[in-house]
């Protein structure tokens, strides 16, 4: 492996990175951090010393880039996201660090299991699933391209909530993350900002006669930023996610409290913390809840005012705003941002509008996620005007400014108009977020080639006709620092062997283990190492769910949350039709499979949860049937999380992408098992088409209908009874789920899941359903040829560099920011002398 930088002073215990430094700076926390002797110390003393020993060495680091950073020419890019799914940061940490080998030997010496002390860390579930964790990869890559960056969001007190499964059925827990406290952040009070919310506004001349606007706010609460650093790999630059918190603007309510009502003043400040306290856990269903709109502009808010600081910080005026930040709205969560930066410019700063405008835009750019229209954001009118009453009168006119010119550009297109307009007034009005979002950025993009293609056919059609110069498309990638290096530690020494440890910070490198997969000795370490990895999972699946699987069977995985449209139920109905197969005929040859599922569902989507009950209960008849209980294995891991994830990505043999085509915008999950070696079955869907192509069509199991294909099916009327009537293995599957076989006899439990979609089916399971089961046969074809099977892996997990979020956020740098690498030089101490001493008076004057 390639040596880390090394500081000059290697006997600083702060910082120096040398395993018996190391074990010094540890005990030193044990003792002055936890309050201990180590003797004394419980596990989580142990994690949280050792989490600041490698803190120390990241502050190094982060003042040392907050220097290089000041008043540097390139711009910033801020990015905004109501979410970001980090993941556990220790182990990261040690991984960018280059310190791994250095602190578990540390760690060895002390009779310390390293890997113990890495489970104890509660990680932070600050986001629902593929856009928050995208968001954190994100991150990882824009540190380690040096690029000057800031990730805004929300420090929830209560992340997404923990999943547990009784009797087969899904149960909520909160997510007390914080029980333990964060060593990962740092509170920078002296930054907080106020933030106001509902009131009324007021129309007036100022005394030099000119016309403003003053927003008179029903109540303020105060944004705290919670600073975490992030460190790039083995560079020196670690860049901040800032995430708010939301207080009360003073502990008392003084006036209430004089008039003796000591609870209701408390209580006050109750409800401005409820702000922050929890994350929704819905994934692409809008809601139109009061409370989050209140979350999303507080966020928001607290973030441009921020920005607005570093730039006078910087001394600049805030009419070069968009020549500092380059600012990136994850979807139309933080889009309110483009009213809030309007009103910041011409309320307080007195800009003309025009010009405001023209800063706003030149700011922002918008990604899109989603093709779902039920995940859509619109707000309400009145609800909108009662939280944000300036807001939407800004938003009224940057809407009439804009009708006019479609009015020029498409003379007489009504229905155009009202297809454009930010307001929707079909029904109850609307404010249209996705329209806003596109309206005030200059760059538009989809996460994978299909899905903005079907962005600008489609969801946002008439907004392509508009502005086409403004689309473009970056597909998504996901960092090989967490899901490959440190999630897969044999396969990384493996691959580090044969073709050395480039590959970390430049994925394409990987190509070059392409001729290793026609090499016989080097695919049995290969499967070796992937057999070591599954042998883990059992145990975990053991201890997890009390069910012993068979690490030679293939492990077949569905892990992401549960939708209709990702189809988990198609595949519960192909485990059906193997259980029918050998039921029927006892000899059947079946290759040996463990389905392994995982996912939380929304607390509020029926549906959803009934799917995870059909899974749990065909686990149920299946796993308990001796006939078939050898060969087939059926199991639901609660509680999937990103450590979950790191722990099952590198174990699977088979992955499941079965969308319905045209639905998943892009999917992340396929690109981390690619990189892992397991092979992905799946439509034609997101980025499934793209991985296809990468990986080469002998490795990908591609099946279904086309986009297109679904399309003209519906166009010509689809039927779903026509599949069930003419397809004997499906009657036969759809049959046995009436007859109530997988719910103890009754009958009516999965009913209306299956007659919904003999009559409706909206997501065409019984279209795909023979496509599917035919292509999982020559999945098991290919498994029982071992050596191909190999060198499939082999050639997938090389080919599968296109997908590293560098490329991504190299695409986004060159294509939307304009943004270029700052380098870090690292400060260091002069020998014994506290940091910077003489320049920290000069400051102070
Ligand atoms: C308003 C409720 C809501 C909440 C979250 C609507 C939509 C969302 C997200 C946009 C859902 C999401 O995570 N989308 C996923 O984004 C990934 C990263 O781009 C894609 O890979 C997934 O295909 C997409 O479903």
């Not at 040096?146 to 827990?173: C, H, N, S, W």
């Not at 139309?332 to 007195?350: K, N, S």
């Amino acid at each position: 492996m390639k040596e880390a930088p090394r500081p000059e002073h290697a006997d600083d215990t702060r910082t120096a990175l040398s395993s018996a430094t190391i074990r010094r700076a540890f005990l030193d926390h044990v003792f002055h951090t936890q309050g201990k002797l180590p003797g004394h110390a419980s596990q989580n003393d142990l994690y949280q010393a050792l989490a600041h020993t490698v803190r120390d060495r990241l502050v190094q680091r982060w003042i040392s880039t907050a220097e290089a950073y000041l008043g540097q020419p390139s711009r910033t890019v801020a990015y905004l996201s109501a979410e970001f799914l980090m993941g556990p940061h220790l182990g990261n940490n040690l991984v960018n660090l280059g310190i791994f080998d250095e602190v578990r030997a540390a760690m060895a010496a002390l009779g310390l299991d390293l890997d113990q002390i890495l489970a104890q860390e509660d990680e932070p579930g600050l986001g629902n699933g593929g856009l928050g964790r995208l968001a954190a990869c994100f991150m990882d890559s824009l540190a380690t391209l040096e690029i000057p960056a800031l990730g805004y969001g929300i420090r929830y007190e209560y992340g997404i909530f923990q999943q547990t499964i009784i009797d087969g059925m899904q149960v909520e827990k909160t997510d007390t993350w914080l029980r333990n406290g964060n060593p990962w952040e740092i509170q920078r009070s002296e930054w907080a900002v106020q933030v106001r919310l509902g009131g009324h506004s007021e129309h007036y001349t100022d005394d030099r006669g000119h016309y403003r606007v003053r927003w008179v706010p029903a109540k303020t609460v105060v944004g705290v930023p919670f600073d975490s650093p992030i460190l790039g790999y083995r560079v020196n630059t670690v860049n901040t996610l800032r995430l708010w918190r939301a207080e009360a603007t003073e502990a008392f309510d003084f006036h209430t409290f004089n008039r003796g009502d000591y609870l209701g003043a408390v209580s006050k400040k109750v409800t401005s913390e409820n702000l922050t306290k929890v994350l929704y856990p819905n994934d692409e269903t809008q809601q139109g809840k009061e409370l989050r709109l209140e979350q999303q502009y507080f966020f928001v808010a607290c973030s441009l005012q921020d920005m607005l600081r570093l730039l006078a910080a910087d001394g600049m005026p805030v009419t070069r705003f968009h020549e500092k930040f380059a600012v990136q709205l994850n979807d139309t969560h933080p889009a309110v941002g483009i009213a809030e930066l309007m009103r910041l410019l011409v309320d307080e700063h007195d800009l003309p509008w025009d010009e405001a405008w023209d800063i706003t835009r030149r700011a922002f750019a918008y990604t899109n996620h989603t093709l779902l229209p039920e995940a859509l954001e619109q707000w309400p009118l009145p609800l909108f005007g009662r939280v944000l009453p300036r807001h939407l009168e800004i938003i009224f006119e940057i809407n009439a400014r804009f009708l006019d010119e479609v009015r020029i550009r498409f003379f007489g297109d009504e229905s155009r108009l009202a297809r454009l307009s930010l307001i929707d007034e079909r029904g109850e009005r609307h404010v249209r977020m996705a329209n806003l979002a596109c309206l005030g950025s200059h760059a538009i993009n989809g996460v994978a080639e299909l899905h903005s293609r079907l962005m600008r056919e489609d969801v946002l059609k008439d907004i392509y006709a508009m502005w086409p110069e403004k689309f473009t498309s970056i597909t998504n990638g996901v960092t090989p620092r967490r899901w490959l290096a440190l999630s897969n530690p044999r396969l990384t020494r493996l691959v580090t062997q044969a073709i050395g440890d480039g590959w970390i910070a430049d994925l394409d490198r990987l190509h070059a283990l392409e001729p290793f997969a026609e090499d016989a000795g080097f695919r049995q370490e290969w499967q070796r190492a992937r057999r070591e990895n599954k042998l883990e999972l059992v145990t975990l699946i053991r201890d997890a769910t009390g069910v012993t699987v068979d690490p030679d069977s293939m492990f077949d995985v569905m892990v992401k949350r549960i939708h209709e449209y990702k189809r988990q139920h198609l595949a519960v109905l192909h485990i059906i039709a193997l259980y029918h197969r050998i039921k029927s005929d006892p000899h059947a040859e079946i290759v040996p499979r463990t389905f392994l599922f995982a996912g939380k569902a929304a607390p509020g989507y029926h549906y959803a949860k009934l799917m995870i009950r059909f899974i749990t209960s065909v686990a149920d008849v299946v796993n308990r049937d001796p006939q078939v209980r050898d060969r087939l294995k059926v199991v639901f891991l609660p509680n999937f999380n990103v450590s979950y994830g790191q722990r099952i990505y590198p174990a699977a043999d088979l992955a499941e992408q079965i969308s319905l085509a045209g639905k998943e915008a892009s999917g992340t999950g396929n690109m981390k098992f690619a990189m892992n070696g397991a092979i992905n079955i799946g439509t034609m869907d997101g980025a499934n088409i793209e991985l296809r192509e990468a990986v080469g069509a002998d490795n990908f199991f591609p099946f279904g209908l086309t986009a297109p294909e679904v399309y003209a099916l519906r166009a010509d009327g689809y039927d779903p009874a026509t599949y069930y009537h003419e397809n004997a293995q499906l009657r036969a599957v759809i049959d046995l789920i009436h007859q109530g076989f997988f719910s103890r006899g009754d009958p009516v439990l999965f009913r209306p899941q299956f007659d919904e979609h003999l009559r409706n089916d909206p997501y065409l399971l019984m279209a795909d359903f023979a496509s599917y089961v035919d292509c999982q046969q020559h999945v098991s074809a290919a498994f029982s040829d071992t050596p191909r099977w190999q060198r499939m892996s082999v050639l997938s997990c090389a080919r599968s560099g296109r997908f590293s979020s560098d490329r991504a956020i190299r695409e986004y740098c060159e294509r939307i920011w304009k943004v270029q690498a700052v380098p870090v030089r690292l400060l260091h101490r002069a020998s014994g002398a506290p940091w910077h001493m003489e320049e920290m008076k000069e400051r102070r004057g």
